[in-house]
């Protein structure tokens, strides 16, 4: 075997974990810088995970009732003139389009001309287009509840971009749903974060802590934003999706109203919910090590990968191996879905070859040469592990999806063990301050990691939290509320939170 | 059963055929209107067909050996300086970020403040952007073919819009491949055309002629483009998918280039192919009636609607008969793919019930009522035929498949007798010219279709053409040239076209 780094990636995560993170991307060929400031590429790779996170999610939204339906890119400007708190959020840096065409200029380039009458923004989200509709398509109480999804493309205008983490334009989903009850509407909002932690949990092997925002950390205009919390592993937090339950403040700007069973004209209940193409961030910085990107096996887009070894005289035998080994390999079903194989018999050296994989994070890489061929067999690495072994042919195929099994629940377990470690308890500010203080403050070491602490959610621990950049991650919503001393005010108080650094 | 009106559509496609094509659209639910300009609002139903479209095509591109890839929605204005002939094409007419930022203005409203050093282009298509990528990505030889496709959103100011057909913002695939050599990039060409045609007969149940574009009907800066053409229900002719040669064009402006086996440098040669969701209004079109939508069962995302007749005390056993029936459909196979099957239990009345799945399209209705749960039947209404019959429950759901396939056949069947009923040989341009002239000038009655005649591409032919409003369509690749006469000019040619009239 040809001689290789100790690890794959430069610097280590020890070492410097930001830059390892834009190394694992690189490696993995996830994604690339485009010309376009703070927009990025999202190649095969990449783009095939993002598809498998879709193709699940979308299962989950439609088996509870969701449909898909897609508005308009463009927001009118006066749309957000009318919502004060919600453009506080999300109006002031975006992209504005101000002109419809392009003309020859002076020195022979092109200007903007065509000016238009009201500038349009390109949407950072789609709150105030979709409940101007909906005030269209609700009028009586059997119009209700409207529970509609959109996959879209959306623009904020970031300062400081991180790929798949903050880019000006990302992908996501977002749910909007109008109910005719308060009771409907806040179920709405429970229920989708339970499918966001399901999905987190059990398609991308990512433990979850799933929590009730505080008052700064809310969705502008929400009544409540329901979280789910990850933790990476540099211990910060990343808040992975988030659910919320906007009461009546939305349809009363937007006048989404309804006559009800009695004849009453009532406002509407709504949520909105999303997920974006930072999860793809999320996975990448839980499961992957010094050697690059690991996928967990459902969301792969190969689970397996064929790596022919051969001299031009074999090729043909083991290109047949190969292929049939596939089609029995894509007979199994794993996770209810055939096995995705594929064969790469690229013209490249094998060493590299067998990296490059290792660096995508494929879960299994099946090695064949003609002596597997005499024996029968085949040779198989473990990515989450780095364990090779050899089994017989009929045997790996009939146990291959009891494998990815086992490497998805391994993946799982490793990321909660991290998070278990790494969660302490404080009951005094002092002791929770230098557990958010690196030794090294010049390049920090990674420290830290969540606090449970109690808290009152003032003025006074906003201020206390800032130099810390500590920020409150959510009330847990597994923890009862039982009585205990606000760490940073010394005040009664019965509320449990979560803390750390976060994404 | 309540009085109906004579067609659920009005007006009908020969009172007033544009109208008719609006009236549809609403009354199927496809979509809406948008308070921004020259956008629609596509709803679930209209959804649901256009996702149907992306899995069956998606499906294809991969098993044609493409990936899926997304890049930036914006475009740098320098990029579209850099290429005259394409500016002039799609450049003109586009969103125009210059802003990217909103703030409180005098008068309590927003103004666009950050004013961008360069201006950014909303992607009117991403030739330019993806082929700055594909420079970037390509070195060697080895590193071609690149076959992406990406499915995205584009934008091209339109003055006059219509649903669909032609909106400010839509929602497409773009193919963009780099291949070594001509030979293979012209194979690439010709086999996504390929891809476009099996997809629109097979699924949308949609006869295409497949040609080339003369030179003034092709892509902006291509050595050719190949079209697939349909026949409209009025006739016209509507460019349903296209597929570009660009040549060694492209490459040359953007820069992609590599080195050979010899270690020469070469530039790559490179395609682009693309379908929209113009092909709904082109599925709308080709199939619909005067009752309203028929949507073809291969692409429908209700193939079958149950419509459960009861009353309040018969509701629990008439429930569980069509959940069963439902359940037992489903396990059935059409065209690959599970039977997509819905339960309508809404609370409103049956006749009205009824004709919103009519004028929906959905291929199959089934009533079941207590009478029908006594005998073992249901009773189906076929949305192509309005033909309504009893069958016996267990013979449904054995045939259901086939019944589905029949109407997918008949629904082909009758569109490609509407084009060859259509479709007239021209020796002679008076004749052509009287064909595409209405006897009704002020109110045109449906007229003309596909002319077919020997020409000469070249200004007269051009001239002639325009008082017309007629076009050349393509030069039908199944035609082999033969000596002839152009009859726009006189000349001897083998050329022979395709002309219509065209959305
Ligand atoms: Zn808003
Ligand atoms: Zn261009």
Redesign the interface.
Known sequence: MAKQPKTAISPTREENYPEWYQQVIRAADLA?L???RG??????WG??I??NMQQALDRMFKDTGH???????????????KEAEH?DGF?????????????PGPDG??V?A?ELEE????RPTSET?IG??YA??VQSH?DLPIL?NQW??V?R?ELRTRMFLRTT?F?WQEGHTAHATEEEAVEETNKMLEVYADFAENWMAMPVIKGEKTAGERFPGAVSTLTIEAMMQDRKALQSGTSHFLGQNFSKAQGIQFQDQNGETCFAWTTSWGVSTRLIGALIMTHSDDDGLIVPPRLAPAQIILLPIHKLESEADVMEYCENLKKELEAQQFGGLPIRVKIDN???RGGEKNWQHIKRGVPLRVEVGPKDIEKGGVFVGRRDTGKKQGYDRKEFVSIAADILQEIQQELYDRALKLREDNTRAFNDFEEFAAYFTPKNEDEPEIHGGFAICHFVDCPEMEEKLKPLKVTARCIPLDRPANPGICIFTGQATDKIGIFAKAY
């Not at 897609?70 to 749309?79: A, D, K, N, V």
């Not at 504005?96 to 003309?103: D, G, N, Q, S, Y």
């Open positions: 690339d485009s010309p376009v927009c990025m590429v999202i190649k095969p783009w095939g993002w598809e449909e898909n339906a897609y508005f308009p890119l463009f927001i009118p400007m006066s749309f957000l003139e453009v109006a002031k840096e975006c992209a504005v389009v101000t002109h419809h065409r392009l003309e380039g092109l903007p065509g500038p349009l923004i390109v287009i101007a509709m269209k398509w059997r509609i879209a493309n623009v205008w334009e992908l690229r013209d490249i």
